[in-house]
């Protein structure tokens, strides 16, 4: 059984950074395909980062150059670095995971952390 527990997000202003963690219990293991999800108020969830097959990574269009997805196995961690924060993405992040890449490329991974709320103000 996967845990996934992310930190405290935060509010910043906009052009503001924060990074999220992502602590994986037992531990991170390559099996599985790691991901960032969002979901704002009225709005979708949506996907924001992903690892791919092969360790390589994906981004909404919307974060693109601005986010990074990162992790670190000796720390069990999955990272994602937030940099020239947008009023529009304020939302409830939440880190998932699942063994099956398509599930995540579909937004059904098995595994959810609690969700974390970060908050841009102009």
């Known amino acids: 059984q996967v845990q996934l527990t992310e930190s405290a997000g935060g509010s910043v202003q906009a052009g503001g950074s924060l990074r999220l963690s992502c602590t994986v219990s037992?531990?991170?293991?390559?099996?599985?395909?790691m991901a960032w999800f969002r979901q704002a108020p009225g709005k979708e969830r949506e996907a924001v980062a992903a690892?791919?097959?092969?360790?390589?990574?994906t981004y909404a269009d919307s974060v693109k150059g601005r986010f990074t997805i990162s992790k670190d196995n000796t720390k069990n961690t999955v990272y994602l670095q937030m940099n020239n924060l947008k009023p529009e993405d304020t939302a409830v992040y939440y880190c998932?995971?699942?063994?099956?890449?398509?599930?995540?490329?579909?937004?059904?991974?098995?595994?959810w952390g609690q969700g974390t709320q970060v908050t841009v103000s102009s």
């Open positions: 998932a995971a699942d063994r099956e890449v398509w599930k995540v490329v579909q937004g059904i991974p098995d595994y």
């Open positions: 690892f791919e097959r092969g360790g390589s990574t």
């Open positions: 037992p531990f991170l293991d390559d099996n599985y395909f």
